[in-house]
C-alpha cells in the first residue's frame, strides 16, 4: 500500500467525471458567448478572449465577429490585433475563432471597403505566421459549445498527461 496521498492528477479519468473545468471569459469581452455546459468564470486575460481556469498560460480563444475580424485587417487595427496574435504564439492550443462563415467574407456581406480577398489572405498569413487554426462558427451558441469542446477534452488531456508522468515516477521508486 502506498503512503503517498492521493492527488487530483492521479485520479482515473472516469473518477474526474463529475469534476468540470472553468470556463474563463476576459472581462474586456463585451458580448460574450452563450457558454451553458461548463462553469463560467470572468477574470482578465493576459491575452484572447476564452481560457481556463488554471491553463490560462496555455490555452487560449480570440473570438471575433465578421465585422470584428474585417476592421483588424486594417490600418492600426491591423497592428493591435497582430500583437495580440504575437502573444498566443507562446500557448499550447490557441485558436481564432470567427463567429460568422468563411462565405460571408468571400461575398463581402460586411461594411466596409477592404475587398474580401485581402481579408482572407490576411488570416491565410496569420494562420501560417502564427501558427493559428481559423476556426469557423455560424452561431454565437455553436461558437460557445465549440469553446467548451475544447476547454474539456483540453483539460481532460492535461489530466491524463499528469496520471501517466505520476504513475510513470511511482512505477521508478518502486510504489505501486
Known amino acids: ?10 485520479r482515473s479519468l472516469g473518477q474526474l467525471a463529475d469534476i468540470h473545468p472553468t470556463v474563463v471569459i476576459d472581462r474586456r469581452e463585451q458580448a ?40 483588424c485587417c486594417m490600418g492600426q487595427n491591423r497592428e493591435r490585433f497582430e500583437r495580440e496574435l504575437h502573444r498566443l504564439r507562446g500557448l499550447r492550443f490557441k485558436r481564432l475563432l470567427i463567429v ?16 474580401p480577398s485581402a481579408v482572407l489572405h490576411s488570416l491565410a498569413a496569420w494562420e501560417i505566421r502564427y501558427d493559428l487554426p481559423v476556426v469557423y462558427c455560424t452561431t454565437p451558441i455553436d ?24 504513475r510513470g515516477h511511482l512505477s521508478e521508486i518502486g510504489v505501486d
Request: charged share 20%; no cysteine.
Open 1 to 10: 500500500m502506498s503512503t503517498y496521498p492521493t492527488l487530483p492528477a492521479m
Open 32 to 71: 460574450p458567448l452563450p457558454v451553458s455546459r461548463l462553469p463560467v468564470t470572468r477574470s482578465t486575460l493576459r491575452t484572447g478572449d476564452y481560457s481556463f481556469v488554471g491553463g490560462q498560460e496555455l490555452f487560449s480563444v480570440e473570438r471575433k465577429s465578421i465585422t470584428d475580424i474585417v476592421s
Open 100 to 115: 460568422g462563415t468563411r462565405s460571408e467574407i468571400q461575398n463581402g456581406q460586411y461594411r466596409s471597403q477592404i475587398k
Open 143 to 166: 461558437a460557445a459549445q465549440q469553446v467548451e469542446s475544447w476547454v474539456f477534452w483540453f483539460s481532460r488531456e492535461l489530466v491524463e498527461n499528469a496520471n501517466e508522468m505520476m
